[in-house]
């Protein structure tokens, strides 16, 4: 095979080392590049306004869990305790200041909770949009194959 290659004349080109410049310019390529199949305009504005609403409604749920402190009851009562055994506070101020505290804390978990479950049925909805005729489609092959089997 060595001979065959020497009596073409042509000498095995070697790889040149590429430049800096080279490595970052892009390459072109010779065939031409297939462009992405795209969702007609109305579809796409649709699907990204509704994304973005979703995106929106997390990025707040989020802020908001990054402005809430979670304690303990037992951690506040502790600290309260403290305060009213170095006469900082009275025990009826202490109680009284403990029990508002918790329930605030606890009308604060409850929105968080209710918006997170706004959320998730959001999601769902819109999943189970974009599935819908995927979903159709997949039931009808179903029927159709078992009447051929039939």
């Known amino acids: 095979m060595a001979a065959k290659k020497e009596s073409t004349g042509k000498a095995a080109k070697k790889p040149k080392a590429k430049t800096a410049a080279a490595k970052k310019a892009p390459k072109k390529s010779k065939a031409k590049a297939k462009a992405p199949k795209r ?58 200041m403990l029990s508002e505290l918790v329930k605030k804390g606890r009308r604060q978990t409850d929105s968080l909770l209710k918006e997170l479950e706004r959320l998730v049925k959001q999601a769902r909805r819109e999943v189970g949009g974009r599935a819908e005729p995927v979903r159709k489609q997949a039931t009808q092959a179903a029927r159709s194959a078992r009447k051929k089997l039939r």
């Open 39 to 96: 969702k007609p305009a109305a579809k796409r504005a649709a699907s990204s306004n509704s994304i973005t609403g979703l995106d929106k409604s997390v990025e707040q749920f989020r802020e908001n869990l990054e402005r809430s402190v979670t304690l303990s009851r037992d951690r506040l009562q502790e600290v309260v305790d403290d305060a009213v055994k170095r006469g900082r506070m009275t025990r009826g101020d202490a109680e009284k």
